[in-house]
């Protein structure tokens, strides 16, 4: 059975990821327009950050297993509430 490569090995062929995005702006202009700043998520981000550091901060005399709980649960509840 091969064995997955560990190493990063540089080659000469285009990035992929760029040949596909132009690719797909020439087939679908339209897509452009989905390729812009949006500021609402800078405010979610800063959101994340803040209910992490008021989790570390209340969790900060407590038992490593309150923290794991409650990291699977804030975890549970982004992907419930993100889908």
Avoid: D, F
Avoid at 69 to 82: D, F, P, T
Wanted: hydrophobic content about 45%; overall charge positive; charged content about 10%.
């Amino acid at each position: 059975m091969p064995t997955a490569p560990t190493a990063y090995t540089p080659t000469a062929e285009p990035v992929s990821h760029h040949v596909r995005a132009r690719q797909l702006l020439k087939a679908h202009p339209e897509v452009k327009r989905l390729m812009t700043r949006n500021a609402t998520t800078a405010l979610i981000t800063a959101g994340c950050v803040a209910v992490q550091v008021a989790m570390t901060y209340l969790l900060h005399g407590h038992a490593w297993y309150w923290s794991l709980a409650a990291s699977y649960l804030l975890g549970l509840l982004c992907a419930i509430r993100s889908s």
